[in-house]
């Protein structure tokens, strides 16, 4: 079987996000023996078709240190040059492929166009992600006039053959939301965790706690802020470091979270290589996750990374690993979110969270792609 793996979303707007993890441990972990793939990229007037290889070597770049200054785009416009692929015409891919996958969110109409003319002549399969603009509203801001694009995305991932989702939140969500047919084949393939190197336990004297991810308004990055003011006014000495983009739909969060950076204790660190995000989770007490995740792949990087991972809310990692190193609190509101950082900075207690700690009982990469492939030929 030979599949046709369609990343023109990610090279026309890249950037170093948990849907990008997938992408490139999609690639980097493919099995080849049962399912050929072509990582298929437009490169002038048609059609760079990238090995595993090559398209992991692209998909990394988002996750590696570049100069100052350095844009993103280029950086990963220059990866696609450097690599040598037989490039087809549009025509030619139909013949290629037995399938056609579709690995990440996308409202390009090139994609969208591209993945239903397939679907017309070949099976069709769609990887399916978390929080949809009808349970999350708030996470969403579409350009005006992207609106007929969104909704083609979401009823071709209604209507795909086949859709591999990346939780039960997710699988949920598309049956639901998008009231996709249950008859039609759907899985769950959780990603994976095992791309970070099982460290042992830092240091939790200060507490330090690290909540990692974009600002969006779905992970209540204010409701820790103030539950973290008011376990500092109850005399808790602890700091709150926040790693990650800011919010590309809410201007108002990104304002208040740097605003409160001028108070001690608490920091904002934007534009953080893979290295320096490792670094800063390793030297926290505990990661804060509270909220919705359609998955939650931070949860499992700080179990690797040796550091607990305090959660409430829909995480389906955090749920995974329940006894292994994720700890189940009450954040329904900044009062019990700051009773738990009460309790969490008391002497002692990060230690005896680090002997729950079970990296090895991670999700792994090769398990994901696996299932998504034999997704393919079943």
């Not at 030979?2 to 993890?21: C, L």
């Not at 006039?145 to 949920?172: H, P, Q, T």
């Not at 290589?273 to 499992?300: F, N, R």
Request: glycine share 8%; with cysteine.
């Amino acid at each position: 079987m030979h599949v046709g793996i369609d990343i023109e979303q990610f090279a026309t707007d890249p950037y170093g996000s948990g849907i990008q993890r997938v992408l490139q441990y999609l690639a980097r972990e493919w099995p080849g023996e049962r399912v050929q793939a072509d990582f298929v990229v437009p490169r002038g007037r048609g059609f760079a078709l990238l090995s595993p290889v090559q398209a992991a070597d692209v998909l990394s770049v988002p996750f590696e240190p570049r100069a100052e200054g350095d844009d993103l785009r280029a950086a990963v416009a220059r990866a696609l040059d450097r690599q040598e692929a037989p490039v087809v015409m549009a025509g030619d891919l139909l013949a290629l492929y037995d399938a056609w996958l579709l690995p990440e969110v996308s409202y390009l109409p090139s994609v969208l166009e591209r993945f239903a003319l397939f679907s017309r002549c070949m099976p069709t399969a769609a990887i399916g992600y978390d929080a949809l603009p009808m349970t999350e509203p708030a996470n969403y801001r579409f350009p005006p006039g992207s609106a007929a694009w969104v909704s083609e995305y979401f009823r071709l991932l209604a209507v795909a053959d086949s859709v591999v989702c990346i939780s039960e939140y997710a699988r949920d969500s598309i049956l639901g939301r998008l009231r996709r047919d249950p008859a039609r084949p759907i899985c769950v393939a959780h990603p994976g965790g095992d791309h970070i190197p099982i460290r042992p336990p830092g240091i939790d004297a200060p507490p330090v706690f690290v909540r990692l991810g974009t600002l969006e308004a779905r992970k209540r990055p204010i409701e820790i802020l103030r539950a973290f003011r008011l376990a500092r006014a109850r005399g808790v000495h602890a700091e709150l470091v926040f790693v990650g983009g800011a919010s590309a739909s809410d201007s108002a969060i990104n304002d208040e979270i740097a605003t409160a950076t001028r108070e001690p204790g608490i920091r904002w660190v934007q534009h953080a290589t893979d290295t320096e995000v490792h670094a800063l989770v390793h030297a926290a007490g505990a990661m804060l996750s509270v909220g919705v995740e359609g998955y939650g792949i931070p949860v499992l990087e700080a179990i690797r990374l040796g550091t607990p991972v305090l959660f409430d809310g829909i995480q389906p990692a955090a749920d995974l690993m329940l006894g292994g190193g994720a700890f189940r609190i009450d954040a329904s509101t900044p009062e019990t979110l700051a009773d738990a950082l009460e309790e969490a900075a008391r002497p002692g207690m990060l230690g005896g969270m680090h002997e729950g700690l079970r990296p090895e009982s991670v999700p792994t990469w090769a398990t994901f792609a696996q299932t998504v492939a034999d997704h393919l030929v079943d």
